[in-house]
């Protein structure tokens, strides 16, 4: 089936079309996200995404809140990678002030990062099994999952929107029980990880369902902006630890997934691997820890220079840029979050066109998308 | 009355002539026309009822559950609480639905099951009806089901419910050929359709046993297509919850919802009763060879417990499928009967007829 642009489906639609909503209160779309897709028998000949269902108008609340305030709203964008996005807002406002954090901070926030990174990728496991009609997927990842929310819970007293990470450093410090629990989790997680792969990965059925399935090419993924897994999937290197590194992610030693068939077979698989990757930096790091304070000294009001600054962080989804711009307030000027999910959203009538509604599902699990992180 | 556990047909005989010397011979066929009715009818909702209980069961014993507790000892009445509770739900029609159609659909699929359930034989003895044609009646009977799941899909006036509908259609279809020529291998080897002659005839032995290879091949082409017909994981597609959401019946509610639901565990059952009886030898004990011992002890358990340990674990098979497989695409489901299924079958029943003319099976 040949590209076709947004603009031209919408022109190009008919009344005989076979119109359907998938969505916004769908049990695959995993939020309110809309699909609007048009079917010749079960073959989709377009699927135009519809989005904004939840759009809180989070770049604009931030004009009027100050920095350390920003970091609980974003929380609630991408929530399965709170800490990602609490450290990018953070990341920006130290480099923007010049405060060096304390080696401490940046051990613990790559721990939590990858940390989080295992506990999203183990949701997305979950829901996207339930996705292609294995039940008891989701019950799997989720039984596992638990135990790092309970690592989390015991840390800083919340288990999805932590608002842990803030500038200068970290709201307080970790528990005392944390480098066990979380060494601990690792000797679970390393035998628990194959268990995953029992259930589905060698599944003929499943294998049948995504190889060769929506198939993108990594010029064409470069085009449309993806990163994360579903870049990292075409074969493009985007991974914006190995490229610019923050927190401690230049101490460690770990690999870029990288898969060239671009399908969702491979999207799939490189969040397999990328598991045993974070279990791999968080080994590396959670007996390092150096003693020292949880947080740089910060004045009472932070006020960034006038300027524009940015910063990008890898979260779970992929890439993540925060944009500010200052007039010298205590409060930014204007904001601006690139989301990767958004991004990631509209490859969709290019994946999904030509195929079968059940692909729908397939591809858009694969792209594992966090609806409140595409519309803030 | 003499009633004995290891065959019934006495006391059914004593019930036919206890009646038939009391009343008019049309008042006592019309009194065991209802006896009967209601037999099964009883039957068939604890049947239904703990079906459901069982699966839910079944499943969180392989998700890492507990699954039903509360209600009763380990949740032995939650089935029971959740069918009264549908019993009270509002029943939604949806506008522009086809009315007539619409409230039909439901009954037609119970319907279906209801009367397939008749020539099952339960113990020797122990059946509603015993037909000579009786494989064939059960699949005939079978496929009415997929009229109600049409109907439903079209009188829904709802995109998803005909999808449903369709995919439903397409499948049941195709899968009725492999079901039928599974079950005609049985028939070649027996040279019957009766039911309880097909039990009979694996007195010495199952015939999954007695049939080599080919028997084996047909019971797993069974276990497929009748996983398929009765639209159950991984064939699921005509519910398919996470692509249409509840497929043909999205738009039912409270106890027509719930027919639809009785009827696709029932069909399970009745799936489950049709491969132990063909092809794992229904009531019959389990003997092997000559060792008299233990011929002796599989006889002292009564029928009835072989035909629902039989059932039972043809429907754990069943049910384990559903728990851990995810879902084929509709493609690939038909790819999977006609290119693969169909002409294995076809094959077989070749061999199998082979077979039986040169007399090589175990008799």
Redesign the interface.
């Known amino acids: 089936m040949q590209e076709v642009e947004l603009q031209d489906i919408l022109t190009a639609r008919e009344d005989g079309d ?1 119109i ?1 909503n998938i969505g916004p209160q ?3 779309t995993h939020g309110v996200l809309r699909f609007v897709v048009s ?1 010749k028998g ?1 073959m989709l000949e377009y699927v135009i995404p519809h989005c904004g269902y939840i759009h809180r108008g989070i770049e604009k609340m931030c004009e009027r809140l100050t920095y350390p305030q920003i970091i609980h709203l974003t929380d609630r964008m991408d929530y399965l990678s709170a800490h990602m996005n609490n450290e990018a807002v953070s990341l920006l406002v130290e480099k923007a002030t010049g405060v060096e954090v304390p080696e401490r901070v940046k051990y613990i926030r790559t721990i939590l990062s990858e940390l989080q990174r295992i506990q999203s990728h183990q949701l997305w496991w979950a829901a996207f ?8 997927c ?3 990842g989720l ?1 596992d999952r638990e135990k790092i929310l309970d690592i989390f819970e015991e840390s800083f007293g919340s288990r999805l929107l932590h608002s842990y990470i803030c500038p200068g450093g970290l709201m307080n410090d970790i528990h005392p029980n944390f480098q066990k629990r979380t060494k601990e989790f690792i000797k679970y997680f390393r035998k628990k990880l194959p268990e995953f792969d029992e ?2 990965t060698g ?1 003929i ?2 294998e ?2 995504t190889k060769g399935m929506g198939v993108l090419s990594k010029e064409e993924a470069i085009s449309y902006g993806l990163t994360g897994p579903p870049g990292r999937a075409s074969n493009f290197a985007c991974d914006i630890r190995k490229l610019y590194p923050y927190s401690a992610y230049d101490k460690v030693d770990f690999k870029e997934i990288l898969y060239t068939e671009g399908d969702t077979w491979a999207r799939y698989k490189v969040r397999m691997d990328e598991m045993w990757e974070s279990m791999k930096i968080i080994e590396q790091l959670i007996d390092n820890i150096p003693e020292g304070d949880f947080t740089a000294k910060m004045k009472p009001v932070i006020r960034l220079p006038e300027g524009e600054y940015s910063q990008r962080v890898e979260t779970a989804r992929g890439e993540l840029g925060v944009y500010v711009v200052s007039k010298g307030e205590k409060t930014p000027y204007r904001m601006h979050f690139r989301t990767p999910n958004f991004s990631n959203l509209f490859v969709m009538n290019r994946l999904a066109a030509g195929n ?6 397939a591809i858009s699990g694969s792209l594992d998308l966090v609806i409140p992180d595409i519309d803030r | 009355m003499p009633f004995n556990i290891y065959d019934f047909s006495g006391t059914t005989k004593a019930i036919d002539q206890f009646l038939y010397a009391k009343m008019a011979p049309t008042w006592a066929f019309i009194t065991e026309l209802a006896i009967v009715g209601i037999i099964i009818l009883l039957f068939y909702a604890v049947i239904g009822l703990y079906l459901v209980y069982l699966e839910r069961k079944v499943c969180a014993f392989m998700q890492n559950r507990v699954g039903p507790n509360r209600v009763g000892k380990w949740g032995l009445f939650q089935t029971i609480a959740d069918l009264i509770k549908l019993l009270m739900k509002e029943l939604i029609t949806i506008r522009k639905a086809d009315k007539l159609l619409f409230n039909v659909a439901p009954f037609i699929v119970i319907i279906a099951s209801f009367m397939a359930i008749a020539a099952i034989p339960f113990a020797k003895g122990l059946h509603a009806v015993d037909f000579n044609i009786g494989v064939f009646y059960m699949m005939a009977v079978s496929s009415i089901g997929v009229i109600g799941i049409l109907l439903a899909g079209w009188s829904s006036n709802s995109k998803y419910s005909l999808i449903g509908a369709m995919r439903s259609g397409a499948q049941v279809v195709s899968y009725e050929l492999s079901v039928g020529l599974a079950l005609l291998s049985v028939v070649i080897f027996s040279g019957s359709m009766q039911l309880s002659t097909i039990v009979e005839s694996q007195a010495n032995g199952w015939w999954i046993f007695k049939g080599h290879i080919p028997a084996i091949i047909s019971f797993i082409i069974f276990l497929i297509a009748s996983t398929a017909e009765i639209n159950r994981g991984p064939f699921d597609l005509a519910e398919a919850e996470s692509e249409l959401t509840a497929g043909f019946h999205t738009e039912y509610s409270g106890i027509r919802f719930a027919f639809f639901f009785l009827g696709e565990y029932m069909n399970m059952f009745i799936v489950a009763s049709l491969a132990a009886t063909v092809f794992l030898g229904g009531w019959m004990p389990l003997h092997i060879g000559n060792l008299q011992g233990f011929n002796h002890v599989m006889d002292f358990i009564p029928p009835i417990f072989w035909y629902f340990g039989k059932t039972i674990f043809i429907m754990y098979l069943i049910m384990w499928f559903k728990w851990t497989f995810p879902r084929l695409r509709i493609d690939q489901l038909l790819t999977l009967e006609w290119k693969y299924l169909l002409p294995i079958n076809l094959v077989n029943i070749l061999i199998i007829s082979f077979i039986v003319l040169m007399g090589w099976y175990i008799k």
């Open positions: 076979y359907i769908h049990p695959s079917l079960e099994g339930m996705d292609m009609g294995g039940l008891t989701f019950f799997y039984r259930l589905l599944n059925i499943f049948m369902r079968k509604i059940a692909d729908l599902i």
